[in-house]
């Protein structure tokens, strides 16, 4: 996840910013996969960082 938000700081993806008064906030969740090779083995972890359902 360390990794992920210095890639997404790195890209500059995002720029933290101030919430103006008259807006909502949106949430957001770390989403967390598990990749595995053919045998079964674990093969790579991935985390995304995805909005939350609802607004």
Known sequence: ?????KMIDKN?????VDKP???KMI???WVY???LN???SVNK???KLVV???F
């Open 1 to 5: 996840m360390k990794e992920k938000i």
């Open 12 to 16: 500059k993806t995002w720029q933290l």
């Open 21 to 23: 008064s008259n807006k």
């Open 27 to 29: 949430g957001v969740k």
């Open 33 to 35: 996969k598990t990749k």
């Open 38 to 40: 053919p045998k079964g």
């Open 45 to 47: 972890l991935k985390a």
């Open 52 to 54: 939350k359902g609802y």
